[in-house]
């Protein structure tokens, strides 16, 4: 037993914790959840927790389902919402075979594979997201539209009877779980958040999203009120998004950094950023898994001037150009570790596990292969014709979840990133929604063509 596994249990009876709930995710981003009492803590440490694989979204078939959930004692934290005076704890689990291997189907691991490859390269992946959401006045009933929970705009103070310090006490939880916030405010449409997480190696980060969402729903219940992280809930209003910001490190260096470059910005960091376009396409549908997630980026591209809101639909890199997928953000230009990329069409919703991992293999790819970084876009690529976007060599993003895992099935790169049967899996599941989806007779064809048809 190392250190980390005794230090848990010392504090399960110093703090006489009566359970732990161990964490972890299906494919498609679902956290899952089984709770152990201390006693038998120590075996899970030692053999893990066995259960049935074949019952979890994209795990293993019937004839395979044997797997064990082996706790990662570096994330245990107590959950600082519950109300019993013995608390309850968490710890995040890896997924393992019976013979103790890692389960190719755990997206923990998927993304484990993908930083060993940058350790093989002498990288540390870093990763800063800005999560949106919106707070709403109730969990809408089928059928019923959205209410935000009040009328603000960008950055404005918003005092509201029920939830006006919603984003206090959130933080407030957030800290008291290790998870360190930067930034918070109010977003540019009535009722939407946006909370900002510290920098941290990307693993760490991934497992913060996950207790992050879980944290504003319990949060906005407590306060009568609900949290959602659906990519767009309304027409009106912009959606939700989780720019990412990236950096690689060697050590306590910062390789994205070059004094004296043009935006700091090494040759390195512009390889990586050119690996980040060139599979763009490719990653769409794990970065934007949803049906939902493609009116989230082509509201703002289809209204002027992308009045819709900052969600990229093109495939550019720009410096400070908030149209473009690709950002390089000026706010510290003087600090050499503060220069990093920015990467803007990921949903909150998505899997963070799987979405990390095939950005960093894209980036990564730049780098091996030595890829050349096109030109910068200076302009609103919104507000550009498709010819002058087509003169200057900018693509456009899937506009579909169909279109996207169209690209994503011929992706050698998407293929390798996560692994034959998450690859399998997921295209299967995401087919399947779009087949869903594409049956339904929608409020719009009920209300444009019932009446005159």
Request: a negative charge; hydrophobic letters at 40%; glycine letters at 8%.
């Amino acid at each position: 037993m190392d250190r980390q596994e005794e230090f848990v249990l010392r504090t399960l009876e110093e703090r006489d914790i009566r359970f732990v709930r161990l964490w972890f995710t299906d494919v498609l981003g679902y956290l899952k959840s089984v709770a152990v009492a201390p006693a038998e803590l120590e075996g899970a440490f030692a053999e893990g927790i066995g259960f049935d694989g074949s019952a979890i979204e994209g795990f293993a078939r019937v004839y395979e389902a044997d797997m064990i959930a082996k706790p990662d004692a570096s994330t245990f934290q107590l959950l600082p919402w519950r109300g019993e005076a013995s608390g309850v704890g968490r710890m995040f689990c890896d997924i393992r075979m019976p013979d103790g291997s890692p389960s190719y189907a755990d997206p923990r691991y998927v993304l484990k594979r993908a930083l060993g490859h940058a350790a093989e390269l002498g990288f540390t992946f870093y990763t800063h997201p800005e999560v949106e959401f919106f707070l709403l006045k109730e969990r809408p009933a089928p059928g019923v539209k959205p209410e935000p929970i009040d009328t603000g705009g960008y950055f404005d103070h918003t005092p509201h009877s029920v939830a006006h310090d919603f984003r206090h006490e959130s933080i407030q939880m957030l800290e008291s779980m290790g998870i360190s916030v930067e930034f918070s405010h109010h977003e540019g449409a009535p009722g939407q958040q946006e909370i900002d997480l510290r920098y941290a190696d990307a693993l760490t980060t991934a497992d913060n999203i996950m207790s992050f969402r879980l944290v504003m729903k319990e949060v906005a219940l407590q306060q009568g009120v609900y949290a959602s992280f659906m990519p767009k809930p309304f027409t009106e209003y912009p959606g939700s998004g989780m720019h990412t910001h990236m950096s690689l490190f060697e050590g306590d260096r910062n390789v994205f950094y070059e004094p004296g470059a043009e935006f700091q910005l090494s040759k390195l960091g512009r390889m990586f950023i050119a690996g980040v376009l060139r599979h763009a396409a490719e990653i769409t549908a794990v970065c934007n898994q949803w049906v939902n997630s493609y009116k989230r980026l082509w509201g703002a591209a289809e209204s002027a001037a992308g009045a819709g809101g900052e969600a990229p639909a093109y495939i550019c890199w720009g410096h400070n150009n908030r149209s473009a997928l690709v950002r390089i953000p000026m706010y510290k230009p003087h600090k050499g570790n503060a220069t990093r990329v920015e990467f803007r069409s990921v949903d909150s919703a998505c899997n963070p596990y799987l979405a990390f991992a095939v950005i960093l293999e894209a980036g990564l790819k730049g780098i091996e292969a030595g890829y050349e970084l096109p030109p910068g876009a200076e302009d609103d690529v919104w507000a550009l014709t498709s010819a002058e976007r087509r003169a200057l060599g900018i693509s456009p993003l899937p506009q579909s979840l169909d279109e996207a895992i169209t690209v994503m099935q011929d992706s050698e790169l998407v293929a390798q990133a996560l692994g034959e049967h998450v690859f399998d899996f997921f295209l299967r599941n995401k087919r399947a929604e779009w087949s869903e989806y594409r049956h339904q007779v929608t409020q719009f064809e009920l209300d444009r063509y019932l009446p005159v048809l």
